[in-house]
């Protein structure tokens, strides 16, 4: 295990680069972003430790971060001033772009894995808004209505973007649709809603909506996500029967801030909590390792090596299938190895 620390600021986001196996970003903020500057750090993976090769400070807390798909040395920032940045490693130590129409903090920040020219961002204001690098205003706002906590394009479908928001629903909008009264809008799924099957160990009564603050595409199955949030449950979904959950996984004991499906296996997925643990988990759906292909899911190890609030998780690319890189408010970035932390089945 390889470790950072981010001496002063709080981390809130990490991000692998699309591009090295040995590149890392980190979003923070000082004073647990409550108050003070951001700053963005970029990250070496080298023989000798995790080495800072450059940083940014801005003048707000940094919520998340998004590495460019289109060029190696670019990358976004989502700011609690509301504004979004792009830097360059290569040049200077200001921003080389930067937007700014969300009316408060921006939380999270996506970009296109398909059009790899539009990238997305979302606002506690809430909206989603769709830009790209090249033009000063957004291309398209898709109100939501609810403070938005994290939105995505599909990484299988250029035009189709999901958000989560502090509603307890999954939104699915079509940017190929005429902007109507749905505004783009062709799916609201309650999130709170009960799973399609009874899960052992989970009761059926409802506690009611509860505010889902992270969501990820499944990379391998083209209607399957994940949400998770301030219940502590992860609830997988298929957007062909959109009335609820397809599954249910219990465990956290506080609200979970980051999940991340894996880009190499199809039922993995990894989660950062506030109960200090990151633990990797299957929905059940692998065949070939005994899963009926919808079936039960369940915790396959934990990582509680930190000692504040877990707030980021990513995957590597690239290598082995199993590194990945998480950060908290203990002023840590930790790169592990998954397979070290799972449980014999």
Request: hydrophobic share 35%; net charge negative; proline share 5%.
């Amino acid at each position: 295990m390889l470790e950072f620390r981010t001496a002063g600021f709080n981390p809130y986001s990490t991000k692998y680069s699309p591009f090295f196996d040995s590149r890392l970003a980190v979003s923070a903020g000082a004073n647990f972003g409550l108050v003070g500057n951001g700053r963005l750090y970029i990250l070496n993976l080298t023989s000798n430790g995790i080495a800072c090769e450059k940083y940014f400070e801005t003048q707000d807390c940094l919520f998340d971060t998004a590495w460019s798909e289109q060029h190696e040395n670019q990358l976004l920032t989502a700011g609690g001033d509301g504004s979004l940045k792009l830097f360059d490693i290569g040049v200077g130590e200001f921003p080389v772009a930067g937007w700014q129409e969300h009316g408060r903090e921006v939380f999270s920040v996506h970009w296109g894995l398909v059009d790899k020219s539009r990238f997305a961002s979302s606002s506690w204001d809430g909206t989603v808004k769709i830009w790209t690098p090249e033009r000063k205003e957004s291309l398209v706002t898709l109100p939501v209505h609810s403070r938005v906590y994290s939105a995505q394009f599909s990484p299988h479908h250029p035009d189709i973007v999901t958000c989560v928001s502090r509603d307890s629903h999954l939104r699915v909008y079509d940017l190929r649709t005429k902007a109507s009264a749905q505004n783009h809008m062709t799916l609201a799924i309650p999130i709170h809603a009960p799973p399609k099957l009874p899960v052992p160990g989970y009761g059926q009564g409802s506690v009611g909506p509860t505010e889902c603050l992270t969501h990820d595409w499944n990379k391998y199955r083209d209607s399957v996500l994940a949400t998770a949030g301030v219940d502590g449950v992860i609830r997988t979904f298929d957007l062909r029967n959109p009335s609820g959950p397809v599954n249910l996984l219990p465990g956290h004991e506080y609200a979970v801030r980051k999940i991340s499906w894996s880009p190499h296996l199809s039922d993995v997925l990894l989660s950062a909590s506030y109960d200090m643990t990151c633990r990797v988990w299957t929905d059940g759906s692998n065949v070939e390792k005994g899963g009926s292909g919808a079936g039960f899911g369940r915790e396959l190890g934990r990582m509680d090596a930190h000692t504040e609030f877990a707030m980021g998780v990513d995957w590597c690319l690239f290598g082995a299938e199993g590194w990945c890189a998480t950060c908290a408010w203990d002023e840590r970035v930790l790169v592990w190895d998954v397979r070290e932390h799972m449980r014999a089945a």
